[in-house]
């Protein structure tokens, strides 16, 4: 390969959606993030890197710097680890569903396992105690074996640590996952991932395996920088923890439905409780921890939401920021970067630049709505407590309750779904997982709203 080519870099607006009305990154904002790309690829030693920025939904600017004609963004790459977020998605799609539990034992739908008494939480969040690699060779770098080889091929000296005593990161942890999945539903997790994920949210261009273009991935020597082309095998039963390809185009929109999930895909409760913190990975200095399926990282007020991948040849990086509906995907064709940093210190670096300079995200068009049923609609409009006004309405689309406390300008609203007739769970904020019971008078009308002993009522004049 020549002399590296200067970065080369263009605003992307994938068609359909909102994407004419999806404004473009400030000019200074698209220099820096070019420039941090190129500094990644001339420092990191790759032959080439590439990174995408997600606004409102969609990708709104690309960049790529490589040792040759840049990657454009429809070219694949290897997503790695990545993977075992839309595997943790799947999982709890099932849970909604009523498919299985979080607390349900691994032997609940896997039998014959020494390992069979972990649990399914525990196995997204990698406190399960789990050994990080399955038995046999290095299977990033080598053709996997099948579900029942993998499952026969478990020990008890698999478990080094107690459940939910540490974290682990465990690949083989969500080899198991996809096991789970597959038992629980009869389909295979490609089947799953393709059709209830990838055709939904129409990302073509993310397959199982490679399919051209795509980027060579390599090994670069660390004293004369020759390339060694790495393999790249069919992970078998551990593909649930990495084997997906993808591209910057397609990351993008995955990236858009992390930092905001479309209710029918997955309820606003449940992305809520995926990014919610279930272990901290670095107790002394609490920056970076794990959700169920996604990693966290804290910079400074912030916290940022994703996941990094790695398999031989390449690197890959997702990482959102949800209060503002921004993200950032990378992808370098190299098994290590060199000099300043990882793939997921370029990721934060790209995300900090593009928070930094920009405005806040344009808020989401209002729609009209649709009335709520019957039941609900005598619940809506206002509500006292202790002097403190509320309103009540319906979301369409989740569905669900929401109570907005009106006396805390920007305050977000309690969720609450259905439960029974006039029984209602909170699903988020300071009322996650407390009921909310209707009172009603004697001729069935709704008079107060009682949510663990505090009572709202239709006046601040009816209040005790």
Partial sequence: MSDAHPVTATTQHPAGGDAAARPALLPETSRRVDELVAEAQSKGRAPAVVAGVVRDGGLVHFAAAADGPPPGPDVQFRIGSISK????????????????????????????????GVTIRQ???????????????WWERCAGTDIETMIKQLTPDKLAHPPHRT????????GLLGAVLTASTGTSWLDLVTERLLAPLEMTRTTYQATEPFARGYVVHPAHGALREEPRH?????????????????????????????????????????????VIADPDAWTAGHGLGVQLWRDGERVYVGHSGSMPGYLAILMTHHPSRTGVVAYA??????GNGSIVGLGRRLLTAVLDSEPAARPKPWRPGTPPPPEVAPLCGRW????????????????EL?????????AKPWRFTPEGPDRWRGRSGENDGEILAVRRDPHGTPVALDIATFIF?????EEP
Avoid: C, I, K
């Fill in 167 to 174: 974290f682990h990161y465990s690949n083989l942890a969500y």
């Fill in 457 to 461: 009522h239709r006046s601040p004049d």
């Fill in 123 to 137: 196995l997204l969040a990698h406190v399960a105690g789990l050994q990080r690699e399955p038995e046999g060779d």
């Fill in 234 to 278: 069919d992970a078998g039963a551990m593909a649930p923890a990495g084997q997906l390809w993808s591209t910057t185009a397609d990351l993008a929109t995955w990236a858009a439905f992390l930092a905001d999930p479309a209710p029918d895909l997955l309820a606003p409760g449940t992305a809520a409780e995926l990014r919610a913190p279930a």
């Fill in 85 to 116: 977020t839309l595997t943790a998605v799947l999982a709890l799609q099932l849970r909604d569903e009523g498919a299985l539990s979080l607390e349900d034992p691994l032997s609940r739908h896997v039998a014959g396992t020494p390992v069979g």
């Fill in 333 to 338: 064709n190299a098994y290590t970067l060199r």
């Fill in 402 to 410: 929401l109570m907005t406390p009106l006396t805390n300008p920007g």
């Fill in 384 to 399: 006292w407590w202790m002097g403190r006004e509320y309103e009540v309405g319906w979301d369409t689309q989740a569905p």
